[in-house]
């Protein structure tokens, strides 16, 4: 049996995420109370109508108990040999404030108290703060639409395989802050920065002109070979402690030269033994990377 379990921010995409999975098949529940997991699990299990897929929504209009025995809950079903994901989505509180403002809905928190918007918000993190430590996978929906996020649920969710790792590599602007599901962040603002030349301004680290300029800079190939060594020294030990995701976010002033150039070239370096995808945060571009012998290393 395959368990899905979906929290996070109210706002952030939940409902988004939990019509996703019921579209491929899974046998879909929103707002479950965190108690009945094991009894949902011996229903769908042992009577009538057996699943085999299970897709849960478990927010902060559970009873507080609950939240705080959540990591214990999680323990036990997996102890029962149940293949089971926390998927935990989350959101820039700007944004969510603002997505909050456009619908009019009120937030959950305030139905039955005097909290503000923003309270609430607050509260919710807290409330949530147990399952978001224990998540398997974080997605910041800040910057997504409707559409990348029910394909990122379709990916890196449905298509869940244990044991394999997918290493997502994400370049971004530190101007426009530091990625949310970031798992670990390396800063290239230290490298020679093309923005400085008019004529190179136009172009991003994707683009011939960008790519030769900086690999005319031995910085540059000196840290994107850092990075690499880095991570070929302990990816291997993510896997074994049974990571199935890992985002390793590069970050340079605005996110369009140096970190597009080096999230470039080491996704093409790591997608001859990992799957990998490819994210520029403020390009907008979303993609899978193919293992291309012939690419440079």
């Given at each position: 049996m395959q368990l899905v379990i979906i929290s996070?921010?109210?706002?952030?995409?939940?409902?988004?995420a939990l019509q996703a999975l019921e579209d491929l098949g899974f046998y879909a529940i929103d707002n479950l109370p965190a108690m009945l997991l094991d009894a949902l699990i011996d229903e769908l299990q042992q009577g009538e109508a057996k699943r085999t897929s299970i897709a849960v929504s478990i927010d902060a209009r559970n009873l507080p108990a609950a939240l705080k025995r959540f990591p214990s809950l999680l323990e036990d079903i997996r102890a029962?040999?149940?293949?089971?994901?926390?998927?935990?989505?989350?959101?820039?509180?700007?944004?969510?404030?603002?997505?909050?403002?456009?619908t009019r809905r009120r937030h959950p928190l305030t139905r039955d108290s005097e909290m503000t918007l923003a309270e609430a918000i607050d509260s919710e993190e807290t409330a949530l703060s147990r399952i978001h430590d224990i998540a398997d996978l974080v997605i910041d929906t800040s910057q997504l639409s409707v559409h990348d996020l029910r394909g990122r649920i379709?990916?890196?969710?449905?298509?869940?395989?244990?044991?394999?790792?997918?290493?997502?590599?994400?370049?971004?602007?530190?101007?426009?802050?530091?990625?949310l599901d970031a798992d670990m962040v390396f800063d290239a603002r230290c490298l020679p920065n093309p923005y400085w030349d008019p004529r190179l301004r136009k172009f991003n680290g994707r683009d011939r002109e960008i790519i030769e300029f900086l690999e005319d800079y031995p910085d540059v190939t000196a840290l994107a070979n850092d990075i690499r060594d880095w991570l070929e020294r302990w990816l291997p030990a993510y896997l074994a402690s049974n990571r199935s995701y890992l985002t390793?976010?590069?970050?340079?002033?605005?996110?369009?030269?140096?970190?597009?150039?080096?999230?470039?070239?080491?996704?093409?370096?790591?997608?001859?033994?990992?799957?990998?995808?490819?994210?520029?945060?403020?390009?907008?571009?979303?993609?899978?990377?193919?293992?291309?012998?012939?690419?440079?290393a």
């Open positions: 996070g921010r109210s706002g952030s995409g939940k409902s988004i029962r040999g149940i293949q089971c994901q926390v998927v935990y989505l989350t959101a820039d509180v700007k944004v969510l404030l603002e997505r909050y403002s456009a379709a990916e890196q969710v449905a298509h869940h395989s244990s044991g394999q790792l997918m290493l997502t590599f994400e370049s971004f602007g530190f101007k426009r802050g530091v990625p390793v976010a590069i970050g340079c002033t605005g996110g369009q030269h140096r970190s597009v150039y080096l999230t470039e070239h080491l996704a093409r370096h790591f997608s001859s033994h990992y799957r990998v995808r490819l994210r520029h945060r403020e390009l907008g571009i979303h993609t899978a990377v193919e293992d291309d012998a012939d690419a440079p």
